[in-house]
């Protein structure tokens, strides 16, 4: 894999951020295999597809890139608050890749956060653009990555080293069974996940969760039944082989 971006195009551009788009779509369309699947390249989207960048031409997975400077660790922003919100509930959210370059059009890292990630609680609304702004009450959003489990943060490149690519589509398929479930029992399951990730333990008692359950009722206000949940996604979640129960009457992290 060349992680030199620039590498594949030789123009002219107007601005920087026009510069970023060319390099680093033209550096996907090149270099960028599929994570989910045997490909060994994704195609081009049609220009002006809504927040489809690429798709692969074997599994059909659709791909949206985000590229920066600098590093996103704790919110990615997107676009639209409503359209976001309505893309998970109808289940069309595409995979994500975030990608940080250098000055000299380098990748640096590029992350992958598989679509069935995406829930209304990992959404934050923006406020509205002022009244003098060209789209004045427009609504953004952004993506909050502390409440995507680690799970759901694959790396396709790190700190300028490409992962093997068997263990990037190795960690995808361990996590795609999630794309099997209605999003909204997949949302209870993945925030489950994340609170049995952000335990940071080999094994966990169910207790442990349950002092949790504050956080879960805040992104819940409806749902009266918080600790029965818990139980239910924990049952999903053994039996996708993420986590499993112990002889101790623990769960073991897998």
């Keep these: 894999m ?11 551009y107007k601005s920087a951020s026009q510069s970023a788009r060319a390099f680093t779509e033209s ?53 639209g608050y409503s359209a976001m919100i309505r ?4 289940d069309r959210t595409p995979n994500l890749l975030v990608m940080q370059y250098s000055k000299d059009w380098f990748v640096t890292n590029l992350l992958l956060i598989p679509r069935m990630f995406f829930t209304e609680s990992a959404i934050e609304r923006r406020p509205p653009l002022s009244p003098k702004a060209r789209r004045a009450g427009w609504v953004g959003c952004n993506i909050l990555l502390d409440r995507i489990p680690d799970d759901g943060k694959i790396m396709l490149v790190s700190a300028g080293t490409p992962v093997p690519t068997g263990d990037v ?11 099997q479930l209605p ?7 993945v925030e489950v996940l994340n609170l049995v990730r952000q335990l940071r333990k080999p094994e966990f008692a169910l207790a442990e969760l349950y002092e949790h359950e504050g956080e879960l009722r805040e992104s819940h206000p409806g749902n009266k039944n918080i600790r029965p949940k818990i139980r239910q996604q924990l049952q999903i979640l053994r039996d996708m082989r993420l986590i499993r129960f112990t002889e101790r009457g623990k769960y073991r992290v897998v």
Excluded at 27 to 55: G, I, K, V
Aim: aromatic letters at 10%; one cysteine or more.
């Design 169 to 179: 589509r190795e960690e995808f398929a361990r996590v795609r069974q999630l794309a």
């Design 27 to 79: 550096w996907c369309a090149q270099e960028l295999y599929c994570p989910a699947c045997e490909s060994d390249r994704l195609s081009r989207s049609r220009p002006n597809s809504p927040a489809l960048d690429f798709t692969c031409p074997l599994c059909r997975q659709f791909f949206e890139l985000k590229s920066s400077k600098n590093w996103m660790r704790r919110k990615i922003v997107d676009a």
């Design 183 to 189: 999003p909204s029992r997949r949302g209870w399951t």
């Design 87 to 90: 893309a998970i509930r109808e």
């Design 2 to 12: 060349n992680l030199q971006c620039a590498a594949h195009i030789n123009a002219a």
